[in-house]
């Protein structure tokens, strides 16, 4: 059984999403500050005991072409420091649109507007993150899963 994190990495704050029991499907657990690195580890790392984490995910903040942004490098620097910080296998995640989204699902949640959304926020982008990781991780399961074609007659 497979629990894992999502993380929506900012500069200030650290959106945190984790997985249902089976794997599916992601859902909002807390917001973590990000300006004391040694903190924000020492938080993980107590998510990931108190849930039994196998896997974390960050988003990986790319600019709509595909090109990194100015945050990609910190995000990259932020999952080294993980990599090295946790023995589990940590992954990159598209999070292209994930704040639009989470904005939208929150509209349909009907969650208040207000100072809370913020933080709010970025739990459902990681949600998001989380969720678009899970989903490529069960079609790629199905795929694999299917039986190779055995070559025939063409008619």
Do not use: C
């Not at 690195?37 to 196998?54: A, E, M």
């Not at 459902?124 to 694999?144: F, N, P």
């Amino acid at each position: 059984m497979q629990r894992v994190l999502g993380l929506d990495v900012g500069t200030r704050r650290i959106g945190v999403a984790l997985s249902g029991l089976l794997g599916m499907p992601a859902q909002p657990l807390l917001t973590l500050g990000n300006s004391n690195p040694r903190q924000t580890l020492k938080d993980l790392g107590r998510l990931v005991r108190k849930h039994g984490i196998t896997a974390l995910v960050a988003g990986n903040p790319l600019h709509m072409s595909g090109e990194p942004s100015p945050q990609t490098a910190r995000v990259a620097a932020f999952v080294a420091t993980l990599r090295e910080a946790f023995p589990l296998p940590v992954y990159l995640q598209d999070e292209r649109l994930s704040s639009a989204a989470a904005e939208e699902l929150m509209d349909r949640l009907d969650l208040p507007r207000g100072p809370e959304r913020k933080a709010r926020l970025d739990q459902y982008a990681a949600v998001i993150i989380l969720q678009d990781w899970l989903d490529a991780q069960e079609r790629q399961a199905a795929l694999a899963s299917l039986a190779p074609l055995e070559p025939g007659p063409l008619y």
